[in-house]
């Protein structure tokens, strides 16, 4: 049985005070109640400190949005995974779309992202998933096979023992237009397969996540699917309590 997981991608949003609130909240609902999946929050590098102190002791885990892929050295602007454990740090997203499309992170840097959060014992969630052209295409299976791959060919299939994978189809991120859970569980069913055929046992434990305004009305739909374990939230992750539905309705 795999554990379901919820994580919160705050992406670039909210101030300081908001965010400490939002955690807060979020810290307090989850108290409250002890019927919840697994949940983290993936916050801008500078909160990381103030969000580390809030969640320390709590069941809301912390998480980057970006990890550098190299150690330490002359890489401006980039954030090192040793860095990122200093502050608590467990989950990094790795290839999230909006860094593929906007800042040119590529497969190869993905997976070397990906190996640099592992070295340090962060769990990458590997970000994977279509666009609309290439779903219209017919070819969503192909490219996510490829996104997968890279990352097989550098860390090697044990690695995805400590990593999730976030199945996002880029047309349905911040639309409003969610897949449907059969259009879902088709792509998760896919990837599990394609890792079942190099390892099962693996393929049989790995956390697969949706993401793509999932929300509280079609969290449960989603997660109900066998291949679903769960969600990468952007938009509804930003209010307590619609996230907190969104954890309960695992
Ligand atoms: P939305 O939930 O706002 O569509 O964002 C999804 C996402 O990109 C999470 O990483």
Redesign the pocket.
């Known amino acids: 049985m795999r554990q379901s997981l919820v994580v919160g991608?705050w992406k670039m949003n909210g101030t300081l005070a908001t965010n400490k609130l939002l955690a807060e909240g979020i810290v307090a609902g989850l108290n409250a109640s002890s019927e919840s999946a697994a949940c983290a929050v993936c916050v801008p590098f500078v909160y990381l400190p103030s969000i580390g102190d809030i969640v320390k002791g709590s069941r809301l885990g912390l998480g980057a949005q970006n990890i550098a892929n190299k150690a330490s050295g002359a890489f401006t602007g980039e954030v090192a995974a040793s860095m990122l454990v200093e502050f608590g740090c467990q989950y990094a997203?790795v290839g999230?779309?909006?860094r593929r499309t906007y800042y040119g992170d590529t497969n190869q840097t993905v997976a070397e992202r990906f190996c640099q959060a592992q070295e340090q014992g962060i769990t990458p969630i590997l970000?994977i998933g279509e666009t609309l052209a290439q779903r219209e295409n017919n070819q969503t299976f192909a490219v996510v096979e490829e996104q997968l791959d890279v990352v097989i060919a550098l860390a090697g299939i044990h690695a995805f023992s400590k990593a999730v994978i976030?199945y996002?189809p880029v047309w349905?991120?911040?639309?409003g237009k969610t897949a449907t859970d059969e259009q879902a569980q088709e792509v998760h069913h896919h990837i599990r397969s394609y890792i079942a055929a190099k390892d099962q046992t693996i393929a049989d434990k790995i956390q697969i996540l949706y993401?793509?305004?999932?929300k509280p009305d079609n969290a449960k739909g989603l997660f109900a699917m066998p291949d679903i374990d769960g969600g990468?939230?952007?938009?509804?992750s930003l209010d307590a309590e619609s996230f907190l539905q969104i954890c309960h309705s695992i």
Do not use: P
């Open positions: 991608n997203l999230h779309s909006e970000c976030a996002e349905a991120i911040g639309t993401g793509g305004s999932a990468l939230i952007g938009g509804a």
